[in-house]
């Protein structure tokens, strides 16, 4: 599932460099035919890029929502509960060997 994530999240950084790259682009055609003045494509060029910019932010942060509420209802133990339980499983092989009071599990 993260692998997912993950690859989402790639693609939504590449989907931003490449609306760099077409936005440019896009300007140098305007500026070629006429329709805007260089400093008007340096404008829209800006304006364009930081509009992309925002919107792979805001994909960053709704897959991080996304990503931390799965996690949130994953069946599964954290590392604190983790190293709980294998301390206890240490234990109880001890334990087990008569090397270990069974009274301080």
Do not use: C, P, W
Not at 5 to 33: D, M, P, S, W
């Amino acid at each position: 599932m993260l692998d997912i994530l993950h690859k989402i999240v790639y693609t939504g950084i590449g989907f931003a460099a490449l609306t760099e790259q077409k936005a440019q682009e896009f300007v140098t055609e305007l500026e070629n035919r006429g329709d805007i003045s260089s400093e008007e494509g340096k404008k829209l060029a800006q304006d364009l890029v930081e509009k992309a910019r925002k919107q792979s932010q805001e994909l960053r942060k709704t897959v991080q929502e996304e990503v931390s509420r799965f996690m949130e209802n994953v069946k599964g133990v954290n590392r604190e509960e983790f190293d709980r339980l294998q301390q206890r499983l240490e234990k109880l092989e001890k334990a087990q060997a008569g090397q270990v009071d069974e009274d301080s599990l």
